[in-house]
T-cell receptor, first 113, second 116 residues
Framework: DSGVTQTPKHLITATGQRVTLRCSPR?????VYWYQQSLDQGLQFLIQ???????AKGNILERFSAQQFPDLHSELNLSSLELGDSALYFC????????????FGQGTRLTVV | AQKVTQAQTEISVVEKEDVTLDCVYE???????LFWYKQPPSGELVFLIR??????QNEISGRYSWNFQKSTSSFNFTITASQVVDSAVYFC?????????????FGAGTRLAVHP
């Protein structure tokens, strides 16, 4: 158990809908990251927050947004969903904003139908 | 450009064989970290090792060992006496200091199948 909790584990929704994925980082970790894993794109970095502030953006679509709350948990919001958004979404956390190892949650498998 | 290449897509071995997973990275940065992660069939990503660019010392942890060579930009992973439980997808990743953030650039992964 990595100590990173993601909910829900599975999500099935229709095209055009909006969903929210939730992540609780390991106790003491200030940095939260979101990654998308799909068969064609592999593991892609989406976004990083550190102590409540957005720190870095990767290949995140404009339809996607995220935030980190004062209690350090994070949410990833996906809207206007398309079939191609079906993927495994991982949250990870680390102690610092760089250099320390990132521990991953079990992921949320999103299926858009 | 920053990139991680894991040329071996799939490897199949019989239990107790030794197996080496290759990882080649590209970066012009002098300060970076390298990681290996394991993704078993259950799907989670499990951290295995971190190495910074200034530490070329090889590391051994039980049946696992890692060989970091800056001269060839490689960070290879060897499993000695493989076991069925080692069956998983293994990812090598690069983390750069540029911009002061911890963006992990992952390779495509190597799927290891260990057969009894």
């Amino acid at each position: 158990d990595s100590g990173v909790t993601q909910t829900p584990k599975h999500l099935i929704t229709a095209t055009g809908q909006r969903v929210t994925l939730r992540c609780s980082p390991r106790s003491g970790d200030l940095s939260v990251y979101w990654y998308q894993q799909s068969l064609d794109q592999g593991l892609q970095f989406l976004i990083q927050y550190y102590n409540g502030e957005e720190r870095a953006k990767g290949n995140i679509l404009e339809r996607f947004s995220a935030q980190q709350f004062p209690d350090l948990h994070s949410e990833l919001n996906l809207s206007s969903l398309e079939l191609g958004d079906s993927a495994l979404y991982f949250c990870a956390s680390s102690l610092t904003h760089w250099g320390s190892e990132a521990f991953f949650g079990q992921g949320t498998r999103l299926t858009v139908v | 450009a920053q990139k991680v290449t894991q040329a071996q897509t799939e490897i199949s071995v019989v239990e107790k064989e030794d197996v080496t997973l290759d990882c080649v990275y590209e970066t012009r940065d002098t300060t970076y970290y390298l990681f290996w992660y394991k993704q078993p069939p259950s799907g989670e990503l499990v951290f295995l090792i971190r190495r910074n660019s200034f530490d070329e010392q090889n590391e051994i942890s039980g049946r696992y060992s890692w060989n970091f060579q800056k001269s060839t930009s490689s960070f290879n992973f060897t499993i000695t006496a493989s076991q069925v439980v080692d069956s998983a997808v293994y990812f090598c990743a690069l983390s750069l200091f540029s911009g002061g953030y911890n963006k992990l650039i992952f390779g495509a992964g190597t799927r290891l199948a260990v057969h009894p």
